[in-house]
């Protein structure tokens, strides 16, 4: 198509404001029409007498003040009836105040409301379709790890790391779990086309599971609050999510190159919730999300099989579930799976590996001091998940949640360190996961007395001198600083993303406005609130960032020391797993419990 | 449940500031006001009252996870 020189005559119906059409002026002179900008505070009368003077063949008239709107504009349109330019000239109104309903309605061209773009404005003039400069297909799957050689700075600390990790190898050497045997049968399960094989293997897997489990596969008894979801429903989603696909065109929260991946975390209960909340999320700029399960599935041992919905937090892992959610999400989705804590870790990390997740999340000093299960129990299910992850090239975060409980920094970065270690051992690619949070510690001895910016830069600033290895907040960011306030639960998480970039981390999670809201599930216009206030955030610093003071190089320094003790006082005890049921990775005193569940499974081989 | 109803996602927050005594008198319209509204399964997000009265964050949850969802249907 030959390019046509338009008129362009640019009119603010206003008294003062002008600057988007000052925008618009500059975009079409770029794109070679000649525009004229008449100042603010025209009247109508003279803004149809310069249309007329000037014969232009597009008018684009701006309103930014509200009051009164429809009937100034609708008088507009009148008026250039009665001097018969109506039918001659395209006339487009935008601004603040403009919807494209309302000029649709007064029977202008085009509207424009509040966030067009220039170019938009120029594909107006020139009588052409706008085709937003859409991501879709530009978007892709960034890898946290990439660039880190893992190589490390403090070589006493890595000495230590490496002795343990030796003694956490030699342990787990002659010994297995009955969810490690569980994994194995899951995969001969998937694997077999046999139907008479896969009914005998499931059989031999039930015998190794919990009743509640056992009885689904023996009786087709599901868990009280769990149902089946029909055949007819997952008619209805895969239709939802088709046409959701079609008109996917998502926003991008980045604005600077250094600002962090941002992940979100679901586990609403049902599948289709899930689904239905990640589509959303991914439509307002999200980059990966994180599967949670129910609390009470990680101290089952054994999981269901078949789409099953749930009514209370966590969705339920089954290998249709997860697959049915891999399946909806959009390709530049980065998709972890978390098997940190629980007696399903090693099988929860196969079907990971096996169904395509991007990440997965494995910590043996949380999941046993925080999450409930048995210190030797995770050890060995760990040594076999990272090996899982390693086998699917799956990288895994080591997530150090147990600070919640209140466990000092430097104890829980010991155990994400241990674990790392341990990962690059076995051929798996870890990624620290410090919290952004205000933690119980910090209320204790004050660190965050003054601002939350230090104590968590001086986080990022240890590890960076100990390690050269990926880094992603979590998780949530801003954990315990988030009030049932939207506003103020929003802003929290976007200075914490703010803070995140600023120091250069990887990646983070982030929480909904509704964080510290229990009284029901997360709502999906909850998650978009702080997808809103992270790219709002991002945008407003930019390339540039937070100065933390001084505190933070003297806290990171005495984090590292607290380490280094830590490591020291483990590798004198003899033994990792000992080492936890002692509490050098977090106390009883300080809010460690060793967990209970699977204690006293694990089996000789 | 009305047609637009049915499009909801999950739930509806109604956000506005209620004038009021206290953070009690705020809580006990809140509920009455969903409730005037029609909706069943309500929540109170935030409430906070200062001075003149009480500024809330209310919620009628429309689906919960494990319903089933009208705007599937379509």
Not at chain 1, 79 to 84: D, I, R, S, V, Y
Not at chain 1, 275 to 283: D, L, R, V
Not at chain 1, 416 to 444: A, T
Not at chain 1, 476 to 484: D, H, K, Y
């Amino acid at each position: 198509m030959s390019f046509e020189r338009k008129k362009v005559l640019l009119a603010p119906l206003d008294p003062v404001h002008d600057i988007g059409l000052k925008m618009i002026k500059r975009g079409l002179e770029r794109a070679g029409h000649d525009a004229l900008l008449l100042p603010p505070d025209y009247s109508q009368e003279e803004i149809i007498k310069a249309i007329i003077d000037n014969n232009v063949d597009v008018v684009l008239i701006s309103r930014t003040l509200g009051y009164g709107v429809a009937e100034i504009l609708g008088r507009f349109v009148d008026l250039a009836e009665a001097a018969g330019i109506r039918d001659k000239v395209k006339i487009g109104i935008g601004g603040m105040a403009i919807r494209p309903e309302l000029a649709a309605e007064l029977g202008f061209d085009a509207g424009f409301g509040p966030g067009t773009t220039v170019e938009e404005a120029v594909a107006f003039v020139e009588g052409r379709e706008y085709v937003p400069d859409e991501i879709r297909g530009k978007k892709a799957k960034k890898d946290i790890t990439r660039g880190y050689d893992y190589s490390f700075k403090n070589k006493s600390i890595e000495q230590l790391l490496d002795k343990i990790v030796d003694g956490i190898i030699d342990y787990v050497s002659d010994k297995t779990t009955s969810a490690i045997q569980r994994a194995e049968l899951r995969r001969q399960i998937l694997k077999t086309s046999n139907e008479s094989e896969r009914q005998s293997l499931r059989l031999e897997y039930a015998k190794l599971c919990d009743k509640i489990v056992k009885d689904f596969y023996e009786a087709g008894k599901y868990r009280e609050k769990t149902r089946p979801l029909l055949p007819e429903e997952l008619k209805a989603l895969e239709t939802y999510v088709n046409e959701t696909n079609s008109r996917m065109n998502p926003l991008k929260l980045q604005h600077a190159d250094k600002n962090p991946l941002v992940f979100i975390q679901y586990g609403t209960g049902c599948p289709f919730m899930d689904i239905a909340h990640i589509k959303s999320c991914e439509a307002w700029g999200a980059d990966g999300a994180v599967h949670f399960d129910p609390s009470w599935g990680a101290r089952t041992e054994g999981f269901f099989e078949g789409y099953i919905t749930h009514e209370e937090d966590g969705s339920v892992i089954t290998y249709e579930n997860l697959k049915r959610i891999k399946d909806s999400l959009s390709p530049f989705t980065l998709w972890q799976v978390r098997a940190h804590r629980g007696l399903n870790t090693p099988e929860t990390v196969l079907l990971a590996g096996i169904i395509g997740a991007d990440l997965t999340k494995i910590n043996i000093a949380y999941g046993s001091l925080g999450g409930g299960t048995d210190p030797e129990r995770l050890t060995v299910d760990a040594v076999c998940a990272i090996k899982y992850a390693a086998e699917f090239n799956m990288p895994f975060d080591v997530v150090t949640n147990e600070e919640l409980c209140g466990v000092p920094a430097y104890k829980a970065f010991a155990g994400m360190l241990i674990v790392s270690k341990l990962g690059l051992r076995l051929g798996g690619k870890p990624i620290l996961q410090p919290l952004f949070c205000y933690s119980p510690e910090v209320m204790v001895s004050g660190q965050m007395q003054d601002n939350y910016v230090d104590f968590n830069a001086a986080k990022i600033l240890c590890l960076r001198n100990i390690v050269n290895a990926p880094i992603w907040c979590g998780a949530p960011i801003g954990f315990l600083t988030q009030t049932e306030d939207r506003v103020q639960s929003s802003l929290m998480t976007a200075l914490h993303a703010s803070l995140a970039s600023s120091l250069g981390v990887d990646g983070i999670s982030i929480a909904s406005a509704d964080e510290a809201f229990s009284g029901g599930p997360i709502s999906v216009a909850a998650r978009i609130d702080t997808l809103k206030a992270t790219q709002s955030a991002f945008r407003f610093f930019g390339k540039s960032g937070i100065v933390p003071t001084d505190s933070a190089e003297k806290w990171a320094y005495e984090i590292e020391r607290g380490i280094e003790n830590v490591l020291e006082s483990i590798v004198q005890n003899g033994n990792f797993i000992d080492a936890l049921y002692k509490g050098l990775l977090g106390s009883r005193e300080e809010g460690a419990y060793p967990g209970r569940a699977g204690r006293g499974t694990v089996i000789k081989k | 449940m009305s047609k637009a109803m049915e499009r909801i996602m999950d739930a509806v927050d109604l956000e506005t500031f209620i004038v009021c005594k206290d953070e009690e008198e705020g809580k006990k319209l809140s509920i009455q006001l969903m409730d005037e509204l029609g909706f069943k399964d309500v929540n109170i997000v935030f409430c906070q009252h200062q001075g003149p009265g009480a500024r809330v964050r209310l919620r009628g949850y429309v689906y919960k996870p494990g319903d089933r969802y009208g705007w599937l249907k379509n």
